[in-house]
């Protein structure tokens, strides 16, 4: 097994064993990139304050994400075609995550279905909602999520129209890939995803194909599902399907103190400050960024979570020093999933963990329920 440090040694790992047509569909940002880098870049520009000759034994990462109890402020965030970037993808990621002792949540456009992961895990995970123009549709994944004892929605409010990756256009991406002779050639070097996605059936959208109206193959899949993300979405129709599901909701996609006094009146369990990892409006500034002032605007009356950006254990604390409650990783265990599976998620977790962990300690802290802005040097003009 190669020695894994960071999480840029899954990344270079994933790079080398997954079609280039799903790395790049999860390395990539909308248009010019400009907000994918910055939610990066922006997380450098914090620094930490040492702090020395103080008592570091027994600290602690643990806490209560929207009062389940976690190992650390970290889950795992909803990625499509998850199941893409190894066979069963989300089987394998929610597994690592539930024996790691983090929150794992399903997407809407996931390989593996609702049905699929309940099936192979043994602990409630969360759902994450694209809201869909089909209300037939929509009615009926809430109601398999219900039956799924799904642990919380997560409705996603960032995506009511898509934001073009450049990349995905050029390389024709698609679930099941298009076998071009590049995307063949290029396959032919990846032999161990190969093997892996002979061996599952599972290649399309499993929560869409053949639960949705009109769609009962694969052909059809893709441009129903274009077509269905709802315009028209707005917090009259959150009220509808916070009310269609009744149980625990979180609000994704805040980016703008206003809207997080809106999701906050509304009486959501959470929100997260989130710009969907640089793939949608490009051109806004980074999470870290925001989350400051949405934090002094909400902070004390909801759950403020963020993501976007976060690459290692310093970044989690930075968020949680800037107000954040926890934190959600996306390209972080993709990179780890994309490179070695099940045992690759649990690495990026673990790595994400130590590095948590040892810095608190330097920070001179012993629960992360105590960042705060004493940890933290923030450069001029950054708030
Ligand atoms: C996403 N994200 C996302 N969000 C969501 O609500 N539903 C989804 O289906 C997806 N799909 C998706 C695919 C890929 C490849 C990526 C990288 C991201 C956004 C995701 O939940 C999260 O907000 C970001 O990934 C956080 O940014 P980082 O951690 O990847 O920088």
């Known amino acids: 097994m190669p020695v894994i440090t960071c999480i840029e040694d899954l990344k270079r790992l994933h790079k080398a064993r997954t079609p280039k047509m799903f790395y790049d569909y999860a390395e990539s940002g909308s248009y010019t990139e ?15 304050r ?3 000759a103080v008592d570091m034994s027994n600290r602690s990462t643990a806490t209560d994400i929207i009062g389940f109890p976690a190992t650390m402020p970290v889950a795992l965030a909803p990625v499509g075609l998850t199941g893409m970037q190894h066979a069963d993808g989300e089987i394998l990621a929610a597994r690592a995550a539930e024996k790691f002792g983090v929150p794992f949540c399903l997407s809407t456009m996931s390989i593996c279905s609702i049905e699929d992961v309940a099936e ?4 409630p995970f969360m759902f994450q909602l694209y809201v869909m123009k089909d209300q037939e549709f929509l009615a009926s994944i809430i109601e398999r999520a219900k039956q799924a004892n799904c642990s919380a929605l997560v409705l996603t409010l960032d995506l009511q129209i898509l934001g073009q990756r450049h990349k995905d256009m050029k390389n024709g991406l698609s679930a099941p890939p298009k076998f071009t002779l590049p995307t063949l050639l290029d396959l032919a070097t990846r032999w161990r995803w190969g093997i892996g996605m002979m061996q599952t059936k599972r290649r399309h ?38 009310d269609m599901w009744g149980g625990k909701l979180i609000l994704k996609g805040i980016l703008d103190p206003d809207d997080a ?18 793939r949608q409006l490009d051109g806004a500034l980074s999470s870290i960024r925001m989350l400051p002032h949405i934090v002094e605007a909400v902070g004390d009356r909801i759950e403020v979570q963020m993501d976007s950006g976060i690459r290692s254990g310093q970044d989690v604390l930075k968020a949680l020093a800037l107000g954040a409650h926890s934190t959600w990783i996306g390209r972080a265990f993709i990179h780890g999933l994309g490179a070695m599976g099940e045992v690759g998620v649990t690495r990026a977790l673990e790595v994400i963990h130590k590095e948590l962990d040892t810095t608190m300690a330097l920070c001179g802290e012993r629960n992360v329920k105590d960042l ?10 950054f708030l």
């Open 120 to 123: 192979n895990t043994t602990k």
């Open 34 to 48: 400009q907000t994918f880098h910055e939610n990066t870049t922006d997380f450098a520009k914090i620094k930490l």
């Open 372 to 381: 705060g802005r004493q940890n933290l040097l923030l450069p001029e003009g």
């Open 261 to 278: 006094r809106i999701a906050a009146d509304f009486g959501a369990d959470a929100i997260i400050v989130s710009n969907h990892g640089g």
């Open 205 to 242: 959208f499993g929560n869409i194909v053949g639960h949705a109206k009109g769609v009962g193959d694969t052909s059809s899949l893709s441009s129903w599902t274009a077509e269905q993300f709802d315009e028209r979405l707005d917090w009259d129709k959150i009220a509808k399907i916070r």
């Open 50 to 52: 040492q702090k020395v």
